[in-house]
């Protein structure tokens, strides 16, 4: 089998080693002509972000880069890159990099063309129809981790530094019109970034396949995402130059973004509000607390694990997967704790709060009560995954 190939589902994706060199032709039949590169500033310094801009000269292009971004985007990159993109007369976004700088890149396309705060389309109920489709700019979509999938959804995440809380903006257009998906490009990454990113990968498909909404389609994306994921992500981590692991995990990105549409759950819930209070990193947050949601999940989810785990050539028992994501977490480096990960326990109360009311609240198998999101960050905070 070839890893060589062009999807439509659910955008075009142009799969494969080496098709960032499409890139130029891309964005000429997309109509792009001076696009707007918005990338997180550590990327920017990278080789990869300066050959792929030496590509776009010699293709033609007139490109320019944005990357005041923060690993944790705020709402001042967002309106910083808007700017950026209308005084420079820019026709399209390039949204560049892992979920930093595709979310924002993909929210300033957004707004550009808006007269509305950003905070009025965040994603509830139908706010995204306040919006003016005419003026969302054209998106190419180039991921250079393997993780948040960001590249084929239809929104960004992005915190109110305010309120420090992380806020989903949401529209049916936000979605990217190409994706380059280059596993190439991914070979450079520091091990933490591909840790994190991949980690994030695989909690997006677990809490999609556990969501307990009706999406069979999804649901078994999820489950082939979650294979992928754990055969591929510590061959990565061992083997960094691994081009076809590499592929196969950002395959593992792209079905998890895509098979959230059925839910996400605790992880994500308690995930944002840490991220959002100490600047985490969102895919090793996803991971701290993996373990610790599925025992405080298990009254409801146990009979599907074991479904899960016997796929996964486990004993189809819950103690069988718990174990084998235990292992994985401990192979690759991920703190057993949230201590471990130097977040204090001072603010749980606070967490909580945030947690209840986050957007992947109502995903959760069980209902997210402030007294379930107090039991989970206490147990992830003390490492204890009793079933008491």
Not at 101 to 119: C, E, H, N, S, Y
């Amino acid at each position: 089998m070839t890893m060589n190939a062009n999807w439509s589902y659910p955008t075009n994706i142009l799969f494969g080693a080496g098709r960032i060199a499409e890139l130029p032709q891309v964005l000429k039949d997309a109509g792009i002509r001076r696009p707007l590169l918005v990338t997180d500033a550590g990327l920017a310094a990278l080789p990869v972000t300066r050959s792929v801009m030496d590509l776009l000269k010699e293709g033609g292009v007139a490109a320019t880069i944005y990357c005041d971004v923060k690993p944790n985007p705020v709402s001042a990159n967002v309106l910083g890159g808007v700017k950026t993109y209308r005084d420079g007369g820019h026709d399209g976004v390039i949204a560049f990099g892992g979920g930093s700088g595709l979310d924002t890149g993909k929210v300033i396309a957004f707004m550009a063309g808006q007269t509305r705060p950003m905070w009025d389309f965040e994603d509830i109920g139908d706010w995204w129809t306040r919006a003016d489709p005419a003026g969302i700019a054209p998106i190419i979509a180039v991921p250079t981790t393997a993780g948040t999938g960001s590249e084929v959804g239809r929104a960004g995440v992005i915190t109110d530094e305010v309120t420090h809380t992380k806020k989903v903006i949401f529209h049916p257009r936000m979605m990217p019109g190409t994706v380059i998906a280059d596993p190439e490009l991914t070979v450079g990454m520091p091990k933490f970034i591909t840790v994190g990113t991949g980690m994030d990968a695989l909690a997006h498909c677990l809490e999609a396949y556990l969501a307990p909404a009706y999406h069979p389609m999804a649901e078994g994306m999820a489950i082939e995402g979650m294979r992928l994921a754990l055969e591929n992500l510590p061959l990565v981590f061992a083997e960094p130059g691994n081009i076809q692991a590499r592929g196969h995990m950002m395959s593992a990105a792209a079905i998890g973004a895509t098979a959230f549409q059925k839910g996400l759950g605790a992880i994500h819930s308690l995930s944002h509000p840490v991220g959002a209070i100490y600047d985490t990193h969102h895919g090793m947050t996803n991971a701290v607390f993996m373990p610790y949601v599925l025992v405080a999940n298990r009254v409801s989810i146990e009979d599907k694990i074991c479904r899960l785990a016997a796929f996964l050539g486990l004993s189809a028992t819950f103690e069988a997967f718990l174990e084998m994501i235990l292992d994985v977490r401990a192979e690759l480096g991920v703190p057993h704790t949230l201590a471990d990960f130097d977040i204090p326990g001072d603010k749980r109360r606070e967490i909580a709060d945030k947690a209840i009311v986050d957007p992947t609240a109502s995903g959760n198998p069980r209902e997210l009560t402030h007294d379930l999101a107090l039991e989970i960050f206490d147990r992830a905070m003390s490492g204890r995954l009793d079933k008491g």
